[in-house]
């Protein structure tokens, strides 16, 4: 709900926490607030920190580029460049009933897709929410909830009204598994897991074909299901978007977590060249463009709030440019200002602030719910800070927040058109001009975020950045996945499973 100027209301935040708004401010209550001069004088000190100049985006781009060509020479470099054993791009004709399982850094979502072909589909999906005890259990146990899921599933949608199953004896249905989390993969339907990303710590899987392990969790269950594909999800949005729109060539994802994907000629993945794979094929290539200057931090302007972002986080050094842009940390970085602020004596003096102390608890949700707040006495950041956190603040002090929330959401948005234009230029795409299907909560809710890529796209490349365009995708993880099963289907059948 947008808050009206005038009156009360309510919004529900993505955690399903509801917060009353207030239209009560408390400028004329006697705490030592700060004055607005000093609050203007703090924003400049974080403008400087927080802004990235075109010609500092432009020696990013550089990098970038680098990395991306690095990764794809040799195995094992820090943006890894995973070939996906996906090849080419779909005929838009690809058709039937396939599951998909998508375990995201926040949900697990199971659907049901069918394709109609002529890129139309139809689908049916159950989303469940991981705990966060969930994020940290063991391995087995984490399969084995999907796969109960999954169950749950079938259960539901493959039995008449009786409960007997629709399905035939022995049918398997086909599944395509999206892990959105790097794995090394040597074929479609198996993946090591590097390692976990956006707070993720699992045990025992680090290291691990985590397509086997859910293979294991179906049998245990005695599902009849097949898993065929194991994807990330930008490689099924690349593929579920240009299903839709051919234009696609390239893949992103802003959500809790941040990557892309995009179609690489099978002649210039160096590193595969000995796998005997026709050199005329092309290859849909995971970046993992979230380790980009991971461990050596030489490109990207970290401040000293995101290393505190780094180094207390529970993998230190990895993921660097994912913190600095990804919804799981967006927020984080803004409490840790206000916190230096707090401690500096500049706001909330002679309030109880402990609310803000604890790491992670200012939701990247609020960012946007502050950018956004429509009213001049910026009623929704009142009922933020006074909602969630129990402090009282000032129209100066809410100004402030609203402007430091630019500013990261801003860095966020121009680094995320740094990835952008490096697959652009090392593509050659830049002239021709192309889609880039879009997805993930920053993306698609951080008000202006797509705006500020494409400002930050013409700042890299001048006007013919606007031959660039994000768009929002299809659903790569669901829609995806189920592409990518059929068009596995059809290589097996063809007996090119599995890599020639
Ligand atoms: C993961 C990627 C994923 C991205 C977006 C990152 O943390 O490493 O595999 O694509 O998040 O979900």
Redesign the pocket.
């Known amino acids: 709900m947008v808050a009206s100027r005038r009156g009360s209301g309510s919004i529900t935040l993505p955690t399903g926490q509801t917060m009353a708004i207030h239209t009560r401010t408390h400028e004329e209550e006697d705490l030592p607030h700060a004055t607005k001069k000093t609050m203007a004088d703090h924003l400049r000190k974080y403008e400087s920190l927080f802004t990235l100049t075109p010609q500092r985006m432009r020696m990013i781009v550089e990098a970038f580029k680098d990395s991306l060509e690095l990764g794809l020479q040799k195995p094992k470099q820090v943006v890894p460049m995973i070939p996906t054993f996906v090849f080419g791009w779909p005929t838009g004709q690809e058709s039937g009933d396939f599951l998909a399982l998508d375990l995201?850094?926040t949900n697990l979502r199971v659907c049901l897709v069918t394709l109609q072909g002529e890129g139309k589909f139809e689908m049916t999906q159950t989303k469940y929410r991981l705990t966060e005890e969930q994020k940290q259990d063991e391995g087995t146990k984490l399969f084995d909830f999907c796969a109960e899921c999954l169950k749950t599933f079938i259960d539901t949608n493959f039995t008449d009204e009786d409960g007997n199953s629709l399905l035939k004896p022995g049918e398997l249905l086909p599944l395509g598994f999206t892990f959105?989390?790097?794995c090394y993969q040597t074929r479609i339907d198996h993946g090591e897991l590097i390692r976990w990303?956006?707070g993720f710590g699992v045990k025992n899987t680090e290291g691990r074909d985590v397509a086997e392990m859910f293979r294991q969790s179906i049998e245990k269950y005695e599902l009849p299901v097949q898993m065929t594909a194991l994807i990330?999800?930008?490689t099924g949005t690349l593929i579920a978007s240009h299903y839709v729109n051919p234009k696609t060539k390239i893949a992103v994802?802003f959500?809790?977590?941040?990557?892309a994907a995009y179609m690489e000629d099978v002649k210039n993945i160096e590193k595969i060249n000995d796998l005997g794979i026709n050199e005329k094929d092309q290859m849909a290539i995971?970046c993992?463009w979230?380790a980009f200057d991971s461990f050596e931090h030489e490109h990207l302007p970290r401040t000293k709030y995101d290393i505190i972002v780094d180094e207390t986080s529970n993998k230190p050094g990895e993921?660097a440019f994912?913190k600095l842009i990804?919804g799981r940390y967006l927020g984080e970085i803004l409490r840790l200002v206000i916190c230096e602020l707090i401690d500096e004596g500049v706001l909330f003096l002679g309030q109880e602030t402990y609310k803000l102390e604890t790491p992670y608890v200012f939701e990247t949700a609020f960012l946007s719910l502050m950018e956004s707040d429509p009213t001049d006495e910026l009623l929704m950041i009142i009922g933020i800070f006074t909602h969630f956190f129990a402090v009282e603040t000032t129209l100066a002090e809410r100004q402030f927040f609203r402007a430091l929330a630019m500013l990261i959401g801003r860095r966020a948005a121009r680094l995320s058109a740094c990835g952008i234009a490096a697959i652009v230029g090392k593509m050659g795409y830049l002239d021709e001009g192309c889609l880039v299907g879009a997805d993930?909560s920053l993306y698609n809710k951080y008000p202006g975020f797509a705006d500020r890529v494409h400002e930050g796209l013409i700042d890299v490349f001048g006007e013919k950045g606007n031959n660039i365009k994000t768009v929002h995708a299809e659903d790569g993880s669901g829609v995806g996945s189920a592409i990518i099963a059929a068009m596995t289907k059809v290589r097996r059948d063809a007996g090119l499973y599995p890599n020639v």
């Not at 959500?255 to 990557?259: A, E, I, K, Q």
């Open positions: 995201g850094g959105s989390y790097p990303t956006k990330n999800d930008t994802i959500g809790t977590g941040c990557n995971n993992e979230g993921q994912e990804s993930g």
